[in-house]
């Protein structure tokens, strides 16, 4: 933190600036527990720094900022609650409850500040809201991004990520949906839902599915950030297997395009370059998560990432092992994601023919007809087994699908690489 007692001025707001981005998202936490409503607890935030601002360089900065913070929040809030509880009976009544139990203990700390953020975790992704605006809300209240900066990660209007927290908001009040963590009963259920939100944050910064960039690194970080809070606050298995994934994934991230931005395959990606401590955690984490004995879907896919993360090279991969993992995950957690990425395991192990054959069954049953990914893999089983009519239809179904500029620059170079039809070889 910046001295202020050095810095006068400058120093009171480089403090300030300072407490803002470390502490602001704890702080909102508690004051949503404290206050019972989102809205009233960010503008008790706000509210509390504007008094820091204006106290903080007369009477200097507190023993404890965040919980000098907490309590201007909240007896910003009461102040505010009483002024309207002049046209509204309910506030009056509100404002009596959290000012009772504001003075049950006028000097004490705020306790349970972590725990705060884990309640309004599972708040912001409470199956009761729609999976985009559990996306947009955990983002807004839990990692502080403006409504501009989700709009532009998901590329839709900010007026359209306005409306969804707004209804969001909403649908919290009507619904009275607790600001707390899930019964042991219900936690596992509820805790999928938050696994998923999060691995939804991570996957659209690894691999964006719109737009002139591949990645967007700053989701990427949130996502992780979100999964380092909740394996310090609840560090059940998938938890821990969640965060491995995300970090083996984010250790390769600069390897992955060119300074151009075009995409790199992880067959060409310089495996020297990549974030060794990173990789190291996540098998630390992994291993933690298979020690429990209780594995699911994210550890899985951590322990298939680990296997890529840890090869020297993309031919000593022990692709075999990658490919019984898949097959342990399709029983598990089956879906045709799965099943495709089972195929190209099993392509890499017995060729690709073996691939094609998977994936022309997932195909026909009519999964995955609308997912790029099926059909640029489809092409490249193709182009490997020299049928350069077959790749070519595949390529150009997947550029009817794709909408990511460097995927799209990836697929055409792919199809002005294919042999001409009089120059390919024999099936």
């Known amino acids: ?43 008790g935030l706000h509210d509390a720094f504007a008094a820091a601002l204006e106290r903080w360089p007369r009477d200097g900065v507190p023993a404890n900022p965040r919980a000098w913070l907490v309590s201007a929040g909240r007896f910003g809030a009461i102040d505010k609650i009483r002024r309207r509880a002049r046209f509204d009976a309910l506030s009056a009544e509100l404002a009596d409850r959290i000012e009772a139990e504001a003075s049950e203990e006028p000097d004490a700390p705020p306790e349970g500040l972590e725990d705060d953020r884990l309640r309004l975790v599972f708040t912001c992704c409470h199956p009761a809201l729609q999976p985009d605006a559990q996306v947009a809300l955990t983002l807004r209240e839990v990692c502080g991004l403006t409504t501009e900066e989700i ?7 900010p007026t359209t990520v306005a409306q969804r927290i707004v209804r969001a908001k909403a649908k919290i ?7 707390q963590v899930p019964s042991l009963r219900e936690l596992p259920d509820r805790l999928d839902n938050v696994l998923h939100v999060v691995y939804l944050v991570f996957n659209e910064g690894y691999l964006a599915a719109q737009g002139d960039l591949l990645t967007r690194s700053d989701l990427s970080a949130e996502a992780i950030r979100l999964g380092n809070l909740l394996s310090d606050l609840l560090p059940e298995p998938e938890v821990l297997g969640l965060l491995a994934l995300m970090l083996f994934q984010e250790s390769r991230r600069g390897t992955r395009t060119t300074p151009e931005g075009d ?12 974030d060794r ?23 899985l896919q951590a322990a298939i990432a680990a296997l890529h993360a840890e090869a020297p090279t993309h031919e000593a991969t ?20 799965v099943e495709l990425n089972r195929a190209v395991a099993l392509s890499m192990r017995d060729g690709p023919l073996v691939g094609l054959d998977l994936v022309d069954a997932i195909l026909e049953r009519g ?25 070519e239809a595949s390529y150009l179904r997947a550029l009817d699908l794709v909408r990511s500029g460097p995927q799209r620059r990836f697929l055409e170079r792919r199809l002005l690489e294919l042999d001409p039809p009089d120059h390919r070889p024999a099936t």
């Open 1 to 43: 933190m910046p001295d202020p007692a050095q810095e006068g001025a400058e120093g009171i707001q480089g403090t300030l600036d300072f407490v803002y981005r470390s502490e602001s998202r704890r702080v909102l936490a508690t004051l949503v527990r404290l206050l019972g409503d989102i809205d009233l607890a960010e503008e």
């Open 151 to 157: 709009a532009a990660a998901f590329l839709v209007s």
């Open 173 to 179: 009040r009507q619904a009275r949906i607790p600001y």
């Open 263 to 274: 995409l790199v395959l992880l067959a060409d990606q310089d495996r020297k370059l990549w």
């Open 277 to 299: 401590e990173m990789i190291r955690r996540g098998r630390e984490l992994v291993d933690r998560a298979f020690a429990s004995r209780r594995i699911g879907s994210y550890t």
């Open 318 to 337: 022990n692709w075999a092992e990658i490919a019984g993992l898949y097959e342990i995950l399709r029983r598990a957690d089956p879906s045709p994601v």
């Open 367 to 391: 999964d995955l007809l609308d997912y790029q990914l099926a059909h640029s893999t489809r092409a490249d089983f193709c182009r490997r087994l020299g049928r350069r009519e077959e790749a």
